[in-house]
DNA sequence: TTGCTTCGCACAATCGATTGTGTAAAGTAA
DNA sequence: TTACTTTACACAATCGATTGTGCGAAGCAA
């Protein structure tokens, strides 16, 4: 910047103010400060600005891990919103451990980030270490697995809605006892897909079987061991929700080895829309996400916080509504043409 | 820091080196001033410092997007690595395209990123926006898809030997009549890929037949066509080698369609080791790329570079063996015990 | 005690951009 | 022409940490 004060003659002054379009600036002097600038290929020094502005052009974002289906997605629509809106993000990545989540904010703080976007560790059971944030008046804002309540900012799925859709769509194809392979109930996804288990069962006048319901950590092989434990009971189910997809399949699996049919015998319905669900045989029925969309209202929010600096602001909970993707595997009623499955993923 | 130095009644350039453990600072000081840092949760302000010392930080990562397995899985390792050594990562994605990777860049340089880690755009055909890099002094490390020649610093798969593996092993299955799916041949990784095959044909002493090369976008439409096309002809493959797990995927469903056992009538071989190739009936044969590795070594080539500042440091490639992962779309010959597949992707 | 080295710390400039205040010059109204 | 407003820009302090230089005091040998 200097160089370019020098060789117009003007003062530093002169030149910043240009380049922000101040008001205190001649068009004419202006113009001149932007081609030159141009010319030079000028960039200006954002870790300078920041300091002198308090503000920096940075967002963090802490996620327990950037592997699968879902965290990359939202960490593409996030990086794609923000990029849009001039910022930059830096990731952390929590490894579903509070001590490093801690870690990863002081180090976002330090950054000095204009604002945060979490998902929580599945090992976060107290969330003091937020407080820091506020304190020193950084807006955050959670998506997927949140803090509940009317206090924060959040952005996540109606994950109770997804529960309810899938219940729901089991039901509608006959069966009657569904049985439900539930995950860790202090994340609030994994109650809410619990709670819309529920309210569909209720709604069909079906008392809710505690015999039905197995707790897993919704990996594959746990999927699988629960579904050896169903099959074990003297009434056994004649479908499966599963809170996941990748414990759903570990279910399915199992079924299939034990001789069973599916979704004949058995339909099965997951949750996240993998993509290996396309590809299994039958293909699963699964529960969108919204994985782009929600990294996208996550950023629009937390910009609106950012903007509203100094303003009071409600905080706001941002509620996606999931998509039930009916697949083969549970279609007990209609026929329909074998559609040949498209992985839309990226391609490598 | 002002603070600190103020109820210690020293300057603030003790209070600097006694935390930067600097020899003109006694141990008495040193232990005093470390104390109360510590109660006060003193956290340095890293823009100031990067500012001054005209070095951050941080890292920046440009890569074509965030989705599928391999770039996740490469980020991942990335940050993981990166945050070991206190760095943090900006991550930017250029959508597979040129005028987004420069921006990307501009807007990393503009954060005074100490280095950056790039992947390539499919689009990128001229290179000549990394040299802004070396003129602002900031160190350059590619991955996986690179320029290539030895005056750059690059992590890569060796994708020759990948292909290699392939094929050979197609040979060894007793395939003689073996079809590959190309990819964009501008990029080095499907090049190499291609390399691979013909020198696992020349080896076998089979003259590579241009009829059985198809060249595609890598998509699984694109591999159900080439499959078509393959099958029309007088005398057909007895084995596809697709250098993408999609492409290879969507011949497999072809074949199929078609009505050929895979692997007995067509032996299928595909690239990326995608979680999706475990659950396909058959389970795909595909080659694994290690992409965290692939992360990690970059990032310590990276700092390598930046602590070598100064000095000269000669460019250096270092290269990743890829797996062969054999699985029954492949196996002609042998008769294994049908394992059940688990996939070790994240759950959610 | 003198002379010299070493230790421990402070002063002040610096990184690059921003911004409140001050001030000429130009423009306007009376 | 005088008085006053507006325009256009410069001065200098500032954000928070770092660092070359300087200086007093303590330690040591002679």
Do not use: W
Not at 132 to 156: C, H, I, M, Q, T
């Amino acid at each position: 910047m200097a160089d370019l004060a020098r060789e117009l003659n003007v003062s530093m002054t002169t030149v910043s103010r240009a380049l922000s379009d101040h008001f205190s600036i001649g068009p004419a002097m202006k113009q001149k400060v932007l081609k030159l600038a141009k010319k030079y290929n000028y960039q200006p020094n954002r870790m300078a600005s920041a300091l002198r502005k308090g503000k920096s052009k940075l967002l963090g974002i802490v996620v327990p891990y950037i592997e699968g289906r879902f965290f990359p997605s939202v960490v593409h629509g996030i990086e794609k919103a923000a990029s849009k809106a001039g910022y930059n993000v830096i990731i952390c990545q929590s490894n579903e451990d509070v001590a490093q989540e801690r870690r990863s904010l002081d180090s976002l703080l330090s950054a000095q980030v204009a604002g945060v976007l979490v998902s929580l560790s599945r090992t976060t059971l107290d969330y003091r270490h937020f407080d820091k944030l506020r304190a020193r008046g950084v807006p955050l804002v959670y998506f997927d697995r949140v803090v509940e309540g009317e206090s924060v900012n959040a952005v996540v799925l109606d994950d109770r809605e997804g529960g309810y859709l899938s219940t729901r769509h089991l039901l509608d194809q006959g069966c009657r006892r569904i049985a439900h392979l539930a995950g860790p109930q202090h994340l609030n996804i994994y109650k809410n897909r619990r709670q819309g288990y529920f309210d569909a069962l209720r709604e069909a006048g079906l008392p809710p079987d505690e015999e039905l319901i197995v707790y897993t950590d919704m990996q594959q092989q746990q999927g699988a061991e629960a579904m050896r434990q169903l099959l074990a009971q003297p009434s056994p189910p004649d479908a499966v929700f599963g809170s996941g997809d990748y414990c759903a399949f570990g279910a399915m699996q199992e079924a299939k080895r034990q001789g069973l049919r599916v979704p004949d015998d058995l339909a099965i319905a997951g949750f996240s829309n993998e993509s290996f669900t396309l590809v299994t045989e039958p293909a699963i029925t699964t529960i969108d996400q919204r994985c782009e969309e929600m990294g996208q209202a996550a950023v629009r929010l937390l910009l609106e916080i950012i903007e509203a600096q100094g303003t009071l602001f409600t905080p706001r909970q941002v509620v996606l509504r999931p998509e039930l993707l009916v697949r083969p595997s549970s279609q007990r009623r209609v026929e329909v043409a074998e559609a040949v499955p498209v992985l839309n993923g990226r391609m490598y």
